[in-house]
């Protein structure tokens, strides 16, 4: 199907990008300026920001509870933002929509970004702050099953880093990865996939610009020949946790997040992709206002029931 009207709209309004290099600061500064007050974000039981003391250091999170049960599962969600952008404010809406779908404690990670932080800072704030969240069940309220890893977009890629860096570890807790338009593969050759080909101009997110907006995580230290960087070239994927992959079918990262989930299939790890027809790159962030890209929610919340 054709792209979305109401995305088409909106793309078309957007201005030109500034010429010139990318100013992370201002481009953090923008993002930021569009986050809704408080009093218009989707009301919850309780959403507090705490700090998660980890091995990699001190991490901000954000706990968001959405009733007063007892006991739920728990998500650790981590925003996307091509490793420079993003931020526990931008995604707030994300984590407040995952918490109330899914009825779970969803803990948001406020990890170290590029260009500032050297890898793997970020990646260690990840997994530190799942290691740690187990540690606290109690706190906060874990019935001790379900236990997700989450994200969107390069928050996908490091949401697939962190499940297999914790089954490297014999951490064997994390029983869901749920990946939304993950970034996977982190060469960006035109002929890898055809998506990119397909998808390059004209969507919001283009194959011109990925070298780009990519290029602090890679002068930070990231090497997208490490499975930790591109989780695709991880050579063993058996004993993963069970894989959710949505996908968009106008994004220039379309394939890589479907040849994962074959991949998964293949070792022997349960994997559901679904494309969304007439989405683009970030539609879950952007989008998820429109009433067919709002199910993404209550496809998770589906996902996440079901067992290992």
Same mark, same amino acid.
């Given at each position: ?40 974000? !989707?009301?919850?039981? #309780?959403?507090? =920001?705490? +700090? @998660?003391?980890?091995? %990699? ?5 954000? $706990? ?20 420079? !952008?993003?931020?526990? #404010?931008?995604? =707030?809406? +994300? @984590?407040?929509?995952? %918490? ?5 404690? $969803? ?27 187990? =540690? ?12 997700? $890893? ?159």
């Amino acid at each position: 199907m054709p792209l979305h009207p109401e995305i088409a709209r909106i793309l078309a309004d957007l201005p030109a990008p500034p010429p010139g290099p990318l100013d992370p600061a201002a481009m953090r500064a923008g993002e930021e300026a569009r986050v809704p007050p408080l009093e218009e974000r !989707l009301p919850l039981h #309780d959403v507090r =920001d705490t +700090i @998660a003391v980890t091995s %990699a250091g001190e991490v901000p999170v954000r $706990v968001y509870t959405p009733t007063g049960t007892d006991t739920s599962g728990l998500v650790i969600y981590f925003h996307g933002g091509a490793f420079f !952008l993003g931020s526990l #404010d931008t995604h =707030d809406h +994300i @984590a407040r929509q995952l %918490a109330k779908a899914t009825g779970c404690t $969803v803990v948001s990670v406020g990890y170290r970004r590029a260009p500032e932080a050297q890898f793997p800072a970020g990646l260690d704030d990840c997994y530190g702050v799942v290691r740690w969240a187990t =540690d606290h069940g109690d706190e906060l309220h874990w019935d001790g099953n379900t236990l997700a $890893v989450a994200g969107d977009s390069s928050g996908g890629t490091f949401a697939a880093a962190v499940a297999a860096l914790a089954h490297d570890d014999g951490f064997d807790r994390i029983t869901h990865q749920v990946l939304y338009y993950p970034s996977l593969d982190l060469d960006f050759d035109t002929d890898r996939y055809a998506s990119l080909r397909e998808n390059a101009e004209g969507y919001g997110v283009e194959t011109a610009g990925l070298p780009a907006f990519n290029s602090f995580y890679f002068d930070s230290g990231a090497d997208p020949a490490d499975p930790r960087v591109s989780p695709i070239k991880r050579g063993d994927l058996t004993g993963l946790p069970a894989a959710l992959i949505v996908t968009a079918e106008y994004d220039p990262m379309r394939d890589e997040g479907e040849l994962y989930g074959a991949r998964l299939t293949e070792a022997g790890v349960p994997a559901t992709v679904r494309r969304y027809a007439g989405a683009n790159h970030g539609f879950v962030q952007n989008f998820s206002w429109i009433p067919e890209f709002a199910q993404v929610f209550d496809e998770t919340a589906e996902f996440l029931r079901q067992g290992k």
